[in-house]
């Protein structure tokens, strides 16, 4: 999206579809950054999702022993 | 006429800012209509109309509430597609190593597969109402799926795919149709209210799937996927997150015109099974149009649902590879991407297709399988949208962000657990009254 200045045209501007845009935005690379720093937060929230995934995969467990009659429900 | 920003790409010259703040917005759209709109797909349609259908308009509060939570969740996607021009798998993969990318990845790619064949029922589910069968309907729609991606033009998909989305339109019409009291409507969806009988096991559940149908893990890989896709600028984030918005707005608008669609069906005591069922036993009040425009819209929710799903896999699954993965490129140029997308559909219905296939479970699979991908999924989202080191000041979260978020992540969690834990162990569960 360009702004076009000069005399009479102060007021047009030029309007570029994304895909049309040969100025590129120097993006955020994670190529040379490596892994995410492990601060407090990080390691507490990949902890918590780490006993998320603990709990689901027991429930999982309990589904198949509960199906194969492990419990006696059946 | 001197150009100080020099730029020798194709545009178009307007005459003053707010023309160009349409357009510019205009170019920029599509990308939060379609995320938020594809999610109103075939499931979705099950699950608003059964809402109406069991409690009338007494939960559609629930649509307002849901509103701000889909939006800053798709907010802080566009935000990150923008400022890294790569898509969720890849982020993933490089900030978090092999271990939790493939976990994302494998997990993404399976639950998006189960989630396809159950379009591909709603599909059949259709057009056997209308009389056609699965074995022509079926494969018609998977010809048209890959079609639809294979022209090598973003801009053609994107547009084909709005028509799409605009086509959702019709729901208001025959919401209008069901000549619900207005009144009853805004109070209903302002006023959050329990409705009559309790809260139950069936409301707790359904209530979860209205929620578990809004906020869908492979929105936030393919909105992320499509936005880098798309080239949006830094510049063009204030437009992505009005496009996000005006998309969040009317899927809920949507799914709260199928809820009013379901409460026919409640104020007439109506039992059925399925929407096509109750598309059938509408039509003395909505008349034969009206049991079609049902059963053609549950076709475009399905098909909608599944070019979105599968190009979610495919954009994932590239990247990962690093293959080329993009809409711009022709089959030729990214054969691996085009032959993703086409084997998750051809896969999906050639499964709906097989006699006897086990619907059922794929479903109950898709439910589980959602309940372990979304929260980690939106977990992962949180933390790269808290790294200053990868997105500097200009992007990161702002604490307001993170209050927001890390609020929305924990009643997510919670409430997949539940929906797991019934689904797994529904001994552990009261029994429910039906």
Known sequence: MAQLRNGDNAHLFKVVHPLDDVERDQKKSPENLGRIRMTPSVRISLAILRGYLLIMIVLVIYRVFDLAGAFGHH | MTEINTSPAKGIVVRGRWLRNLLTYLMVFGPGLIVMEADNDAGAVSTYVQAGAQYGTTLLWLMLLLLPITYFVQEMVARLGIATGQGHAAMI????????????????????????????????????????????????????????????????????????????????????????????????????????????????????????????????????????????????????????????????????????????????????????????????????????????????????????????????????????????????????????YALCVCAAAGLVLIPNAPLQTIIIGVQVLAGVILPSAIIFLQLLLNDRELLGDEFVNKPWNNVINWTVIVVLFILSLILAAQVLAPELFPKTSS
């Not at chain 2, 998909?157 to 729901?171: N, Y």
């Not at chain 2, 007439?268 to 079609?292: C, E, K, M, S, W």
């Open chain 2, 93 to 340: 993969f490089k900030r978090f190593g092999r271990w939790w990318g493939i976990f994302s990845l494998f997990d993404l790619l399976l639950v998006n597969f189960l989630t396809l064949v159950t379009e591909f029922a709603g599909i059949s589910l259709a057009f056997s109402a209308m009389g056609v069968s699965p074995y022509e309907s079926v494969p018609i729609a998977a010809g048209l799926l890959i079609a639809m991606v294979m022209t090598g033009s973003y801009c053609r998909w994107e547009w084909f795919t709005i028509c799409l989305c605009l086509l959702d339109l019709i729901w208001f019409g025959l919401a209008w149709a069901t000549q619900t009291n207005t009144g009853q409507v805004i109070r209903d969806t302002v006023i959050p209210q329990v409705p009559p009988g309790g809260v139950t096991p069936d409301l707790v559940f359904l209530v979860i799937g209205i929620v578990g149908t809004t906020i869908a893990p492979w929105q936030l890989f393919f909105q992320q996927s499509c936005v880098a896709d798309k080239k949006l600028r830094f510049s063009d984030l204030k437009w992505a997150r009005l496009d996000t918005f005006i998309g969040a707005c009317f899927t809920v608008l949507v799914g709260g015109a199928m809820m009013l669609v379901g409460n026919l069906g409640f104020q007439h005591h109506i039992n059925f099974t399925d929407p096509a069922q109750l598309a059938g036993a509408l039509v003395p009040f909505l008349g034969q149009g009206g049991r079609i425009a049902i059963l053609l819209l549950m076709c475009n929710a399905a098909i909608l649902g599944a070019t979105a799903i599968s190009l979610a896999s495919a954009w994932a699954w590239s990247e990962v590879m690093g293959w080329p993965h993009s809409l711009r490129r022709s089959v030729r140029q990214s054969p691996g991407f085009y032959a993703v």
